[in-house]
Nanobody, 129 residues
């Protein structure tokens, strides 16, 4: 059974840092790419970062490039998102997900390509003073 469980969300002031974790079971990060999405109520789910399994290649949305870092620990089978320089507009529910493919692909940021079994339940990040 596939499970992705996010943790590490919370309240952080503007300019602060936070690290999200996603514990994965049911598949190995050695074989599947993994992606972080985020969603604000009333808006589309936004793909913000992806890491491929085979070569570790990473992808970032322009909105987070240079501030967020995606990485993984294949021994722990855990995905991470380290977020620096947080802004109020980063406030959202953050989800980890997997396209159940080796590589992120050109459509990594599109939530429609993620199967329903390959989503976590989300972690709320609030950036506010």
């Amino acid at each position: 059974q596939v499970q992705l469980v996010e943790s590490g969300g919370g309240l952080v002031p503007p300019g602060g840092s936070l690290r999200l974790s996603c514990a994965v079971s049911g598949f190995s990060l050695d074989y599947y790419a993994v992606t972080w999405f985020r969603q604000v109520p009333g808006k589309e789910r936004e793909g913000i970062s992806c890491i491929s399994s085979s070569d570790g290649r990473t992808y970032y949305a322009d909105s987070v490039k240079g501030r967020f870092t995606i990485f993984r620990d294949n021994i722990k089978n855990t995905l991470y998102l380290h977020m620096n320089g947080l802004k109020p507009e980063d406030t959202a529910v953050y989800y980890c997900a997997s396209p159940a493919m080796e590589r992120c692909g050109s459509t990594w940021f599109v939530s429609d390509y993620i199967g329903s079994d390959y989503w976590g339940k989300g972690a709320l990040v609030t950036v506010s003073s």
